[in-house]
């Protein structure tokens, strides 16, 4: 269901309704008693000090004081419930762009990491003023209300000046807020491109270093930051600029006020209590009225978070629901399949056979990786994938991801132990499960050169350990997982010889040995190691199958073969 900027904020405000009533009551109340402090003066000059009456000095200081205690309280306790409320909101509207990032089914979005990351802190944030905007807009209105009424009480002509020029200044000011909205939503953009390209150069920086590039990159970071810096000085400028104009306007309004009723106190129309009271409320309402005229950019700022927001929140799913066919076996087929740059390609795979696939232009694995991992749209490519004789489309999607894994050569570890690590596809697998992975992916030399084995401490991103280690892991990783149907992309590029060739023998023991328990497995790679331990190898080049055969047979006959893989 579509939502929009304005929807989510409306949205904000119904579900935050009961803190929010109270908190605007209760404001609300504090600016009646803000009003009524200048009114009570006046009055006590007037009855009290110009007549002497002691009793009734008494009287209105007592009145004075509750005004007092009652502003305090009120706004003690208001404010509490305001802020409450919008902290509230930033948390469920953070809470809802993860769920919607973290959904199984994906998100449609042209927004990277780091952009995903700021709309879902500060423009989440920003979003969530909606909650103060709202009680400070009708506290400032029922100050502004309340003076006009009494000053209309004092003098008509004084009421009417309030009434007529705050809705026309506000009217004026509010013609530069989808200017303001605009340059809001440039700078979020802004922000959020240079947060993103800070994400891709933390998470790559050993690239770049062993390729030099680090100069290159930051330079690009640079760039990045200063548009960044430019646009949030382009808002700032513009939010300034608004702020002092609306703030001048009032002040220009409340001196006015003050200056026609001196006026009229000399001519006598007003007593000296009176006079006292207009001087009083024309200082104390510059600050609604600048709260009233500086509302519309803060609403413009909310407005623009929240429409990035919406960006996340209305894309659609990128796969389907699926119609929940189960999926009975482990036969991988594609039929006809052109995604990217593969064309029409055909392939069988047998339940229980180790299948290499060897692709001459690296944009063909990468195709074929990413298609075979599920999460390609099915409109976004021709052709059929089934597994176990059901379209991957169409079966459930919980029973899809348990029985095809697809791990990338660059797979991501997360901040916590190994343990952790390694089980996180199926948290209750044995220890002996855990070992045979560790095994057979050598990820166990990893275990046993640390003095806490299991237990060791992981950074986020596997950032401690080496690109060798970090592979290692993430392999053993997918081998607890013991899907029916997993697919290798280059699992060994950081590994050494020796190594790469103990783990393609502990791959072809661990699922492959045992006839009865064997599962497939496909290896997209070009290592002649992992590719000997093969049953067949299938040769993809400008996209479509060109050549299939065992690995010897290959070596011996196909140049083109030979010169790849024995490079």
């Not at 190691?529 to 690995?551: N, P, S």
């Amino acid at each position: 269901m579509k939502t929009g900027g304005t929807a989510i904020l409306r949205r904000a405000l119904v579900r935050n309704r009961a803190r929010l009533g109270i908190g605007t009551v209760l404001v609300c109340a504090h600016q009646v008693a803000e009003t009524l402090v200048p009114i009570s003066i006046g009055v006590i000059v007037d009855r009290a000090v110009a007549t002497g009456d002691v009793y009734a000095l008494s009287v209105w200081l007592c009145v004075l004081a509750f005004l007092f205690l009652v502003l305090t309280v009120s706004w003690r306790y208001g404010a509490r419930f305001v802020v409450v409320a919008m902290q509230n909101e930033a948390h469920q509207l953070r809470m809802e762009v993860a769920h919607r990032i973290l959904d199984p089914r994906g998100v449609r979005t042209d927004l990277r990491a780091g952009e995903l990351l700021s709309v879902s802190t500060s423009d989440a944030d920003r979003a969530a003023w909606i909650a103060d905007i709202a009680p400070r807009a009708a506290a400032a209105l029922t100050a502004a209300i309340g003076s006009a009424i009494a000053l209309l009480v004092i003098d008509v002509p004084l009421g009417l000046v309030v009434l007529v020029g705050t809705p026309l200044i506000l009217g004026l000011l509010q013609l530069a807020a989808p200017l303001i909205t605009r340059r809001a939503t440039d700078q979020q953009a802004a922000v959020a491109r240079a947060s993103a390209m800070a994400t891709d150069l933390v998470s790559g920086l050993r690239p770049l270093r062993g390729i030099g590039a680090e100069r290159s990159a930051s330079q690009r970071y640079r760039t990045a930051s200063r548009e960044a810096l430019g646009a949030t000085l382009h808002t700032a400028k513009s939010s300034a600029v608004f702020a002092g104009v609306s703030m001048t306007v009032s002040a220009l309004l409340a001196v006015g006020v003050a200056g026609v009723a001196g006026w009229f106190a000399l001519e006598g129309r007003i007593t000296i209590g009176e006079l006292i009271t207009v001087v009083g409320l024309s200082q104390f309402f510059i600050e609604p009225l600048g709260v009233l005229a500086g509302l519309p950019g803060f609403l413009a700022l909310a407005r623009a978070s929240a429409d990035r927001l919406a960006l996340i929140l209305d894309a659609r799913p990128m796969l389907p629901i699926g119609s929940g066919h189960a999926l009975d076996g482990s036969e991988l087929s594609l039929t006809g399949v052109s995604y990217r740059s593969l064309r029409a390609v055909d392939l069988q795979v047998v339940p229980g056979e180790l299948l290499g696939i060897v692709a001459y232009r690296p944009q063909d694995a990468e195709a074929l990786a990413a298609l075979l991992s599920g999460q390609i749209p099915p409109d976004c490519y021709d052709g059929e994938l089934t597994v176990g004789g059901v379209r991957l489309s169409d079966a459930d999607l919980a029973q899809a991801r348990r029985a095809l894994l697809v791990e990338p050569h660059n797979g991501d570890l997360f901040s916590g132990t190994l343990a952790s690590n390694v089980t996180a596809g199926r948290p209750d697998a044995m220890p002996s499960e855990v070992r045979a992975a560790l095994t057979a992916s050598a990820a166990i030399d990893v275990v046993e050169a640390h003095p806490e084995g299991l237990d060791r401490e992981v950074a986020d991103r596997g950032s401690s350990l080496s690109g060798g280690q970090r592979q290692r892991v993430a392999l053993a990783r997918a081998l607890v997982a013991r899907s029916p149907v997993m697919v290798l992309h280059d699992p060994t590029t950081a590994v050494d010889a020796v190594t790469e060739h103990a783990i393609a023998r502990g791959i072809a023991d661990l699922r492959h040995r045992d006839i009865a328990t064997r599962q497939t497995t496909i290896l997209i790679t070009s290592s002649p190691a992992l590719l000997f331990v093969t049953d067949r190898v299938v040769v993809l080049d400008v996209g479509a199958v060109v050549a299939e055969g065992v690995h010897a047979q290959l070596t011996t006959e196909n140049a083109n073969y030979r010169r790849v893989v024995l490079r």
